[in-house]
């Protein structure tokens, strides 16, 4: 079966590579170089240096809807679209150009999580399970009749990153089953509940400032959640401290220091700061202009004290 493919983020490139020794895919389609980082270099979307490595033709239109492009995927005629994580709506021309439709690996149990970020706000949230959905897309987000649909516990150690490499195999081969039960022409559609729905909106960089006046619990969950994008961070000293990993102080009298308060900052003892309900032990992490390093390192070479505060 003819596929084109069409994705952006580093999701795609995870099905992609999945896909991509069993499937005769004619091109991929993402997102324009864009201009990233302090530096403002023009970098490639992921999607594009990972087809080029299986020698895929890229194409990257400023608007994939526009009649001269949807010509030229038109002549290609695919059997299908497949649509990761890609950017940008495509309209009715294109969800109805080939064969069998556009279909779409969404990395939750639609209709619950709708939008960009599935993975991560179901991790924000601390639900117990997740899954993908594959659906035949239509003009409206993540709204399509849903042919096939598979759960996948969350565990008590996921984070944003292991959650997605899961999903990934999952949907992957989800899709190749779909294919199937299209070509054979045995394929269900099921419509979503609109009641049921639910929304993922896409995450900020600001998402990640923590709020040490939330409960030990929360700030776990949204580590856990926004890594490895866009992590978490606080500030020290003027200066941003990522925290790349952290866990629950069992233990100790914390109770006159304040959220946000460090509390304990020694090499053998851990890096404790206090939160609402209890206080985190900082294991991992990355002070401005520096690499990720434990956090026993980091206190080794930098000079926090009790009383110092995060913010």
């Known amino acids: 079966m003819k596929i084109i493919f069409f994705g952006t983020s580093d999701f795609a490139v ?9 499937s005769s895919i004619l091109a991929v389609v993402t997102q324009p170089n864009r201009q990233k980082g302090r530096h403002l270099k023009v970098l490639a979307p992921p999607v594009k240096i990972e087809a080029e490595k299986y020698g895929i ?6 608007d994939v809807n526009d009649p001269a492009f949807t010509a030229k995927l038109k002549d290609m005629e695919a059997d299908v679209f497949l ?3 890609y950017g940008s709506m495509l309209g009715k021309a294109l969800l109805v150009m080939p064969k069998f439709g556009a279909l779409n690996i969404h990395p939750s ?8 970020a599935p993975i991560q706000r179901a991790l924000l949230r601390g639900e117990k399970s ?6 035949r897309m239509n003009e409206r987000l993540d709204a399509g009749d849903i042919i096939l649909q598979k759960e996948s516990d969350i565990k008590d150690t996921d984070n944003g990153d292991s959650l997605s490499d899961k999903l990934t195999v999952m949907g992957a081969d989800l899709f190749m089953e ?14 979503q509940d609109e009641k049921e729905a639910t ?3 896409k995450l900020k960089k600001e998402d990640g400032l923590i709020n040490w006046n939330s409960t030990t619990g929360e700030i776990l969950r949204i580590i856990k959640a926004l890594t490895p994008w866009p992590g978490t961070y606080s500030n020290l000293e003027g200066r941003t401290l990522k925290i790349i990993e952290a866990e629950p102080r069992k233990g100790g009298d914390f109770g006159n220091a304040s959220p946000g308060e460090v509390v304990l900052a020694d090499q053998e003892k851990g890096f404790i700061v206090k939160t609402k309900d209890g206080a985190l032990s900082i294991l991992e992490l990355q002070i401005e202009g ?4 434990p956090a026993e390192l980091f206190l080794r070479g930098h000079s926090v004290k009790p009383g110092a505060r995060l913010g």
Not at 57 to 62: K, N
Not at 109 to 116: M, N, S
Not at 290 to 293: G, I, N, P, S, T
């Open 14 to 22: 995870k099905v992609l590579k999945r896909i991509s020794k069993s």
């Open 57 to 62: 033709s890229v194409l990257q239109p400023a």
């Open 83 to 85: 649509v990761v994580s």
């Open 109 to 116: 149990l639609l209709p619950k999580y709708r939008g960009a």
């Open 130 to 135: 997740t899954g993908v959905t594959i659906i």
């Open 178 to 191: 779909a294919l199937r039960l299209l070509e054979a022409g045995r394929a269900e559609f099921r419509k």
């Open 199 to 201: 929304f993922a909106p």
């Open 290 to 293: 520096k690499k990720v390093m």
